[in-house]
């Protein structure tokens, strides 16, 4: 039985296909009620899941390439393909993306289906990179659009409602080194007196916090750096800096953490907080995620910090993340400049009471949930957070009528 990385949710679909081909591929589409794609299975809802079948690109994956433009600066790579292989083979070859999530193994289209992101006040989520897909629709036949096509900005952050994703293109630019260093114990005073300027100094920061006592336990800078370049001293406001690698949860080992303490080294090894080589963790956890328009941090996290006592206990650690604006229809962060705030749960049932009391605390703030991540099972008007979300669906209509794609995820939260 296929479940979910964590385990989290168990795939009620019937089959899941591998097809060789794309000409496999089309015909399968084509002659299916209902199917849907699944990636790496690294989402912890039911999003992926499919009344009908379900589709896996890894061999199709397997038999094609990553092809760059350095004209136009693109790099268009399999959908299947990880997000660390890409990484590897782009950077080999001299080039970057902008940016990466906290973990290289997840899919290329299943990160960008979802509005994955990683850190940064400058850094668009992964899917805002996105410069083209390929995809098979309803019928079976292959679509390409670009950034000339209007419906790019609404099938990239698509839910897998739009069709089956079989190649992404992506932004590049040539590649660089980046330098990742960690503080510890940040008065949470200062963290939220100085938030903007603590954010801001470095291309990526993460807060990493149990939400209790009088300190955020960790702060994780990720910065580029030129060959020759003099580091500068950062503000730290009272905390200090580590002078061991560390593990964002308390008492594990940092094995599997991309290297820290300064050491400069190409984008992809430190961008990410885990290495490809490594399992990221046990898998033995819950994610959920709450991304609002960040000059509503302070007071979301001020929020959240009055309900330690309820949410520390469950928790394995959460991470403070910030994300620029994009124009994609779904993207949590769209047409806003955001704040993320993560939580790693312990793999306990008692998350799903507390889902709610944090929903109602952050409700003030307009907070969108990660589209793969837990949220609470309830009423909720996702609409009046998304302006163009009416468009959506109305694409969803034009390119889907028979409803193909869709499942119970998409008809209780989005159709
Ligand atoms: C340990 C861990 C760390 C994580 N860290 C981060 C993080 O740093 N930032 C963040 O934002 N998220 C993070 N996530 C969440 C994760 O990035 C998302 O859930 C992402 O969608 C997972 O990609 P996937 O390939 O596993 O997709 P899946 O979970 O397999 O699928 C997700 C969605 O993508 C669709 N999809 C997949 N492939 C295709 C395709 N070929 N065509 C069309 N649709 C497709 C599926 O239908 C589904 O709707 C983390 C998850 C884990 C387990």
Request: hydrophobic share 45%; net charge negative.
């Amino acid at each position: 039985m296929t479940t979910t990385w964590s385990g989290s949710h168990t795939f009620g679909a019937a089959t899941v296909h591998r097809p060789r081909t794309l000409e496999e591929l089309q015909e399968l589409v084509a002659v299916s009620r209902r199917v849907r794609a699944l990636g790496s299975r690294h989402s912890f809802n039911d999003l992926a899941d499919s009344p009908g079948d379900l589709v896996v690109l890894d061999a199709l994956a397997a038999t094609d390439g990553v092809a760059v433009d350095p004209v136009a600066r693109t790099a268009t790579a399999p959908a299947g393909m990880r997000y660390g292989e890409l990484a590897r083979e782009l950077h080999a070859r001299g080039w970057a993306l902008h940016a990466m999530a906290s973990l290289p193994h997840i899919g290329l289209a299943g990160a960008v289906a979802t509005a994955t992101h990683g850190s940064g006040d400058h850094a668009r989520n992964l899917a805002a990179g996105v410069a083209g897909l390929e995809l098979v629709g309803a019928d079976g036949t292959l679509r390409v659009l670009d950034r000339g096509d209007d419906e790019l900005a609404g099938s990239v952050v698509a839910l897998g409602a739009l069709g089956v994703v079989t190649r992404v293109t992506f932004d590049v630019e040539p590649t660089y080194d980046v330098a990742q260093t960690v503080d510890l114990d940040l008065p949470w005073d200062a963290a939220l007196e100085h938030f903007d300027e603590i954010t801001a100094s470095a291309d990526s920061v993460s807060l990493f916090t149990d939400w209790s006592g009088p300190a955020v336990q960790q702060v994780w800078r990720k910065a580029r750096v030129r060959a020759g370049d003099e580091r500068a001293e950062v503000e730290r406001y009272g905390a200090r800096p580590a002078t061991a690698k560390k593990h964002p949860i308390a008492g594990i080992d940092p094995v599997a953490c991309t290297p820290q303490l300064g050491e400069p080294g190409p984008w992809h090894e430190r961008l990410p907080h885990f290495r490809l080589d490594f399992t990221p963790s046990s898998g033995d956890e819950l994610q959920s995620e709450y991304l609002l328009p960040r000059r509503h941090a302070a007071a979301a996290l001020a929020a959240v910090r009055a309900l330690s006592s309820v949410v520390t206990p469950l928790l394995l650690v959460s991470e403070v993340r910030t994300v620029a604006a994009d124009d994609l229809w779904l993207s949590t962060a769209h047409g806003v400049d955001t704040v993320a705030l993560h939580f790693t749960w312990k793999q306990v049932p008692e998350v799903a009471h507390v889902l709610p009391t944090i929903e109602d605390a952050l409700a003030p703030f307009d907070a969108r949930p990660h589209w793969g991540k837990l949220f609470a099972d309830r009423e909720r008007d996702l609409a009046r957070l998304y302006p163009r979300w009416d468009d959506f669906r109305a694409l969803v209509a034009r390119r889907d009528p028979g409803g193909v794609f869709t499942n119970d995820f998409l008809a209780r939260h989005v159709l």
